[in-house]
């Protein structure tokens, strides 16, 4: 991989600010819907105390069952690859666009009507596929467009930002729900509040996105084909895949951290949905000093901040013993979360191969999401079984996990490459 020199900011034509501007908004209906709708959400809360209280499940089980839920986000590839390539009407971003939405109100409907959770896992497995399919046409239409302005990074940061803070608004609901109604209730509630969301995407689809219509030919064909056979072939890819995993595979927290609160520090619903809206804070606090504040950095110089600060905040939860430090702890995990979100996608991002960026990009969430996937059973497995329970052991373990980062950065070879400045080979 050649040395990345940071590019001249160039002023971009009235056009340009135009379509930046349209995208902006684009992006944030999309990422305002995925921070609501996603199973492992807000929407967790509600269906893991339904699952603790009503079925007697253990952290093990509750996460085990979440992780269902996280395969049409680990095939995501597939959905890249069919938008890269079949264009429908036209169009390879739109109608996937349309239809994955209305599969999501779909899905939250129907969860609406159901207890039994062997017949929930269809329904909510409707609604992920919905929003994974979303996520990854999303995806394509921000590497084809932040590529092309030079402007990643701020579309990266843009979709993070409106996902926390729609994960701000539902944490407090969802926490107020499972507070005030039985679990059961609480449950189809989210749910029916949930299943309005994705109607914006549909507006705002096909308002927002810029797309010429295209048509299948041999000639375009072949240039898409190419380009997917070029992600295979370059060793830069494969060394960032390899990256992003390890960077991700840090034995997760999440539910151990759940039951501990409820269970061992005796803390309310309420107040660890309240927990889950500081976090959020948190992200949109750092998401806000971002355009003030680290834009201007090289992606190096980020990732390796993001680690430093990743390390010590999950470090640090050995100091939760109450509320107070509760909220500080989550204010400073999702400022931490901020950090590696936009250094790691954006990176990802600026790699991608033309021709193929929704195949490329989806690729590269897949890693992230198996990753965070097969930590978080890891996680609750030694929580359940060889920690006995114990927090402190899968704190430290997951924060050398989380420093183990630091000496893959210098594989990535990045020189001083700007962020958003795509890589060309």
Known sequence: MNEQLSSP???????????????????????IVEGMGQVAGPFAQPLSYFLKEVHGWTALQVTAYLT??????????VY??????????????????????????????????????????????????????????????????????????????QQWLWFNAATMVGSIVGGELVQRLPPATALHVAALIIAVAPATV????????????????LAGLKATFGGVTDTFRRRELWVIALFLFLYYFSPGL???????????????????????????AGWIVG???YRRVFEDWSSKHLLYWSIALGTVTTAAYILLYGETS?????????????????????????????????FSFAVMMSVINLAISAANNVG????????????????????AFTAFAFVLVPLLRLGNKRQGDPVTV
């Open 254 to 280: 999440g539910t151990p951290l759940y039951y501990y609160m409820t269970d061992g520090l005796k803390f309310s619903q309420g107040f660890i949905g309240v927990l889950g809206s500081i976090g959020a």
């Open 202 to 217: 549909l507006i705002g689809t096909t308002v927002l996105v810029p797309e010429q219509r295209t048509r299948i030919d």
């Open 326 to 358: 509760a909220v500080i702890l989550s204010f400073c995990s999702g400022f931490a979360a901020m950090a590696a979100t936009v250094a790691t996608v954006t990176l990802a991002a600026d790699f991608c191969p033309p021709r193929s960026e929704g």
């Open 380 to 399: 609750s497995y030694l929580y359940d079984n060889l920690f006995q329970k114990n927090l402190t052991p899968l704190i430290l373990v997951s924060a």
């Open 80 to 157: 890249g690859a069919v938008s890269d390539f079949v264009p429908i009407f036209g169009y390879r971003r739109k109608p996937y666009l349309l239809v994955a939405n209305f599969a999501a109100i779909a899905g939250f409907v129907w969860v609406a009507q159901l207890n039994a959770p062997d017949w929930l896992v269809w329904a909510l497995q409707l609604t992920a596929y919905g929003m994974a399919i979303s996520s990854t046409v999303c995806g394509a239409v921000l590497v084809e467009n932040g590529q092309r302005l030079q402007e990643s990074g701020h579309f990266v940061n």
């Open 9 to 31: 900011i160039i002023e971009a034509p009235a056009r340009d600010k135009a379509a930046i501007r349209r995208l902006m908004v684009f992006f944030a209906l999309v990422y």
């Open 68 to 77: 269902i839920f996280n395969f049409p986000w680990i095939i995501k590839p």
């Open 287 to 289: 998401a806000l000093l």
